[in-house]
């Protein structure tokens, strides 16, 4: 990949590093090369993410102008995720070190689907391990410095666009005690935070005591899902619209945002109408309103 930094010490070239690209797929399964769409993914999918490495240890050690024998490296594999160019979390997923007497080796680390939206951001970084003895004039001296570095993007299906950041739980022992214990299933967010990053903002909890409805949503259920759906974009519409300074604010949300998510829902539960018209509809035919939203929420029976 491409340099745009100028750093301050030698640092690895490909030659020295033999990666073989990223590889992902389901958990306990053959991997395959990772393009820049993961197709067919939500949330209840876990992924398993993985590369291959050959490390030529001499050349790294000439290129860094540290002896062999004084070379500690050790790789660090991240994931992050969330919409926009930012991902809104990055957790590390694995940390190996790196020894001559195993220089080809593959890593593999599971992502846990719960924790995805819109994309996966995989990152493979090569560190210094430990201060060498006696390091060159340009040699890397500073535990964790950034020897090699490569990033992959994807896209996950359409981007998050269509879905939201959900997760099963018991709400018998998560809200034990609060008024929603026994509702099948809800939205959690905080009002007002147009710009906030959609996937880090907003959480639906669908309740694992409901065990046929968690088995519906899981499977895919059109109705189940256009429900659930339906639900969380009426709450967010309905919010958003009775705001007061609304249309300047929506107009500049970015992409990925809370607001960018309601202004993509509005578009479809209602194209081509205005903010004022769309809220004459909300408080003068509330059935009606919710009822169109709901039906902008259908889900076709292959999704």
Not at 14 to 36: K, M, Q, Y
Not at 215 to 220: I, K, L, T
Not at 256 to 277: E, I, T, Y
Request: charged content about 25%; overall charge negative; some cysteine.
């Amino acid at each position: 990949m491409s340099q745009r930094v100028a750093f301050p010490f030698s640092r690895l070239d490909a030659a020295s590093i033999g990666f073989a690209g990223w590889r992902i797929g389901d958990p306990g399964e053959p991997l395959v090369p990772a393009t820049d769409i993961f197709e067919g993914w939500d949330y209840e999918r876990d992924l398993e993410v993985g590369a291959r490495f050959e490390i030529d240890f001499d050349r790294a050690a000439a290129q860094l102008g540290i002896p062999l024998d004084q070379l500690s490296m050790a790789l660090v594999l991240k994931a992050g995720t969330g919409s926009g160019k930012i991902p809104r979390r990055m957790d590390r997923i694995q940390t190996r070190k790196l020894v001559p007497s195993a220089p080809e080796f593959e890593v593999r680390a599971v992502v846990t689907g719960s924790r995805l939206s819109g994309r996966l951001l995989l990152e493979a970084g090569i560190v210094l391990d430990a201060e060498p003895a006696s390091p060159g004039a340009l040699s890397p001296a500073m535990p964790g410095a950034r020897l090699w570095t490569d990033r992959k993007d994807i896209l996950l299906e359409d981007g998050g666009t269509a879905r939201f950041p959900l997760e099963t739980i018991s709400f018998a022992s998560a809200f034990a005690g609060q008024p929603h214990a026994s509702a099948p299933w809800y939205v959690h967010w905080r009002s007002g935070l147009l710009d906030a990053d959609f996937g880090g903002a907003v959480r639906v909890y669908v309740n694992a005591d409901y065990t046929e409805l968690c088995e519906r949503f899981v499977a895919g259920d059109p109705a189940t899902v256009q429900a659930v759906l339906g639900d969380v974009m009426s709450q967010m519409i309905e919010n958003v619209v009775s705001m007061p300074d609304c249309d300047d604010a929506l107009e500049d949300c970015v992409a990925g945002s809370v607001g960018d998510q309601v202004r993509n829902w509005l578009d479809m539960a209602f194209p081509g109408q205005s903010l004022n018209k769309i809220r004459a509809e909300m408080t003068g035919a509330p059935g009606r309103f919710r009822a169109t939203i709901m039906a902008a929420a259908q889900v076709g029976e292959g999704e």
